[in-house]
């Protein structure tokens, strides 16, 4: 490689040149007036070459230093857009999510992959979460099941969530198919703990104002609750955002359709302000595939 000037030695040079002074290029560069002359007098030794004419009170650039500037400079401006694409790659174009378990396993990988398809130079890591989300600050965008009576200002609600009744093709109740929301009166229940509102809601919408609610299998996992429906050990009431997975790959059916919104629904969050782009393009892609959930 060829022999090359030090850079400071050039940093020096362009700014001492801009301002024409010494003293103000030591200012901007957060050193001293003595070190910025030393730095000059250094490249005019290497160059072996005057690029100053030194007044008394002030400086003027040679010839040489005239023709030598818009190169150096330039230059200069290269090395910094180089330096800040790379930063920029390095530390922007990654996106870190937090999310329900159940939402993750059951909705997101499908829009992810539409956004990896897309944008292969965004990295996705996603960190699954069970009742509260991740420490704060750790994620730039979080998906949270919120009470729709317990939101915070600063939640977008993804879409309007409703509720489903699934089980497994084959469950029966009594030895027949379950095909009348009045035989859930004696089918056996999976609860999933922390969501009662989701049965009552459902007995409500039914008119079953003697459906029980003691017995049966519980766990704290949707997912679990539904795993448990698709061995025909329950049947289970849950958001239909959840149930539309199992659904379509036939482990689990709805025998009855209803309309019916639910008290608990999915929610985003920024974390912070600024925004950078590959988040806001991520955020973008969520919302995206968020309306096509309610339509």
Not at 71 to 79: D, K, M
Not at 86 to 110: G, M, Q, Y
Not at 203 to 224: C, E, I
Request: with cysteine.
């Amino acid at each position: 490689m060829m022999n090359l000037p030090h850079l400071t030695f050039l940093r020096s040079f362009e700014a001492a040149a801009r301002h024409l002074s010494f003293t103000a290029a030591a200012e901007e560069l957060n050193c001293t007036q003595s070190a910025v002359s030393n730095h000059v007098r250094s490249l005019e030794e290497f160059l072996q070459r005057p690029l100053f004419v030194r007044h008394p009170r002030s400086l003027s650039l040679t010839d040489v230093g005239e023709a030598y500037l818009p190169s150096v400079r330039h230059a200069l401006q290269e090395i910094n857009a180089a330096t800040q694409s790379v930063i920029v790659r390095s530390h922007t174009r990654k996106v870190v999510v937090s999310c329900p378990v159940s939402l993750a396993e059951n909705w997101l990988p499908d829009v992810i992959r539409g956004f990896n398809a897309v944008h292969p130079d965004i990295d996705l890591t996603v960190h699954g979460t069970v009742w509260t989300d991740v420490e704060p600050n750790v994620s730039d965008i979080s998906l949270t099941i919120n009470h729709v009576d317990d939101v915070s200002p600063d939640a977008q609600r993804l879409w309007v969530e409703k509720l489903a009744l699934v089980c497994a093709p084959d469950f029966l109740v009594d030895g027949a198919p379950l095909t009348d929301p009045k035989q859930l009166q004696n089918a056996p229940l999976i609860h999933i703990l922390g969501r009662p509102s989701y049965w009552e809601h459902a007995a409500r919408h039914f008119g079953l104002s003697d459906l029980s609610q003691k017995g049966g299998l519980r766990t704290n996992v949707s997912n679990l609750a539904m795993e448990m429906a698709a061995k025909s050990l329950g049947c289970v009431a849950l958001p239909r955002s959840l149930a539309r997975s199992y659904v379509e790959r036939g482990l689990l059916i709805e025998p009855f359709r209803f309309d019916l919104n639910s008290p608990w629904t999915y929610f985003m969050r920024l974390k912070e302000k600024p925004v950078s782009p590959p988040v806001r393009l991520f955020q973008n892609w969520l919302l995206q595939a968020a309306a096509e959930m309610d339509s």
